[in-house]
């Protein structure tokens, strides 16, 4: 669980989605019979519309913002998280749950949370602080099974058969989305349902650089083992940048957010500090 010291830090910021309604106009608003409070001010970001800057601040400032405007109802985060044999190297299952547990903390105080794993376990929809302890127990004990469905299907079977309205919120997969199949599948099935989806890609150093001098592999959801070459370590080497640059595009083309974890063998403290510092890159959090 994160330490009180991240929490404490956590507590200043809140989860940005594009289910925070934008809408122009100072007064109140409604849409969809849903009324809307101004929420927040955020610099400008590539893609937002122009009709929602505030033009009043640059003005002022020279600045660039949009005006955010926030519906009454709760914004609901689902995060989805990797629970596959592969998650073992290299720490990425500890650093996933991390993650998971640090975006939980600052979901819970305003909206709605529920945690579902690859095997198709799910927590408890989950709103308010006092049930963060149960939202972690179950990240935590979370395990890594000895099969699980592919990051493909597994996706795919969260946004067809998960028990929520289209359209409700924010989704987060946590995973090294190994799979040899294409992801558009389950990227398709995403937009299907009208998730706000973020992929955050959890990578070993090893899966990246493994030591050229090491002339066996192992394949982790297997067992099966493989002498190889030097030039083969090298040859796999660049297939997986090739992998990371494909799913990567793919995700990006379908109008998702992405973003390239490396898990790492550190104490609690770098571990949180790291993943904390990653997440503001993506935008998931923002200042209250």
């Given at each position: 669980m994160i330490s009180p010291r991240m929490r404490l830090v956590l507590d200043r910021y809140a989860l940005a989605s594009k289910a925070l309604s934008r809408f122009s106009g100072e007064r109140m608003a409604t849409e969809a019979g849903q009324s809307v409070e101004f929420h927040d001010f955020r610099p400008y970001q590539k893609g937002d519309e122009l009709r929602y800057v505030d033009w009043k601040v640059y003005a002022r400032t020279g600045k660039v913002y949009t005006r955010l405007y926030q519906a009454e109802r709760n914004i609901a985060l689902y995060l989805v998280l990797d629970t596959s044999p592969s998650m073992s190297i290299g720490h990425k299952a500890k650093f996933a749950r991390i993650v998971a547990e640090m975006i939980s903390y600052v979901a819970q105080k305003d909206s709605l949370s529920q945690v579902y794993l690859f095997n198709g376990d799910f927590s408890r929809a989950a709103h308010g602080r006092s049930k963060?302890?149960?939202?972690?127990?179950?990240?935590?004990a979370a395990?890594?099974?000895?099969?699980?469905?592919?990051?493909?299907?597994?996706?795919?079977?969260f946004a067809l058969n998960s028990?929520?309205?289209?359209?409700?919120?924010l989704a987060l997969i946590i995973s090294d989305l190994f799979d040899e199949k294409s992801l558009r599948p389950a990227l398709t099935a995403l937009k299907a349902r009208g998730l706000d989806a973020s992929f955050l890609q959890?990578?070993?150093?090893?899966?990246?650089?493994?030591?050229?001098?090491r002339l066996e592999l192992i394949d982790i959801e297997t067992n099966n083992s493989l002498r190889v070459s030097i030039d083969e370590v090298r040859a796999y080497k660049q297939a997986v940048h090739k992998f990371l640059a494909r799913t990567r595009s793919s995700i990006m083309q379908a109008k998702f957010k992405h973003l390239l974890l490396i898990s790492s063998d550190e104490d609690l403290d770098l571990l949180e500090r790291k993943a904390f510092y990653e997440l503001l890159k993506t935008s998931i959090l923002t200042k209250r």
């Amino acid at each position: 669980m994160i330490s009180p010291r991240m929490r404490l830090v956590l507590d200043r910021y809140a989860l940005a989605s594009k289910a925070l309604s934008r809408f122009s106009g100072e007064r109140m608003a409604t849409e969809a019979g849903q009324s809307v409070e101004f929420h927040d001010f955020r610099p400008y970001q590539k893609g937002d519309e122009l009709r929602y800057v505030d033009w009043k601040v640059y003005a002022r400032t020279g600045k660039v913002y949009t005006r955010l405007y926030q519906a009454e109802r709760n914004i609901a985060l689902y995060l989805v998280l990797d629970t596959s044999p592969s998650m073992s190297i290299g720490h990425k299952a500890k650093f996933a749950r991390i993650v998971a547990e640090m975006i939980s903390y600052v979901a819970q105080k305003d909206s709605l949370s529920q945690v579902y794993l690859f095997n198709g376990d799910f927590s408890r929809a989950a709103h308010g602080r006092s049930k963060i302890a149960d939202t972690w127990s179950f990240i935590e004990a979370a395990p890594l099974a000895a099969a699980e469905p592919s990051p493909v299907n597994a996706i795919k079977e969260f946004a067809l058969n998960s028990k929520f309205p289209a359209g409700a919120g924010l989704a987060l997969i946590i995973s090294d989305l190994f799979d040899e199949k294409s992801l558009r599948p389950a990227l398709t099935a995403l937009k299907a349902r009208g998730l706000d989806a973020s992929f955050l890609q959890i990578m070993a150093e090893e899966d990246i650089h493994p030591e050229e001098d090491r002339l066996e592999l192992i394949d982790i959801e297997t067992n099966n083992s493989l002498r190889v070459s030097i030039d083969e370590v090298r040859a796999y080497k660049q297939a997986v940048h090739k992998f990371l640059a494909r799913t990567r595009s793919s995700i990006m083309q379908a109008k998702f957010k992405h973003l390239l974890l490396i898990s790492s063998d550190e104490d609690l403290d770098l571990l949180e500090r790291k993943a904390f510092y990653e997440l503001l890159k993506t935008s998931i959090l923002t200042k209250r």
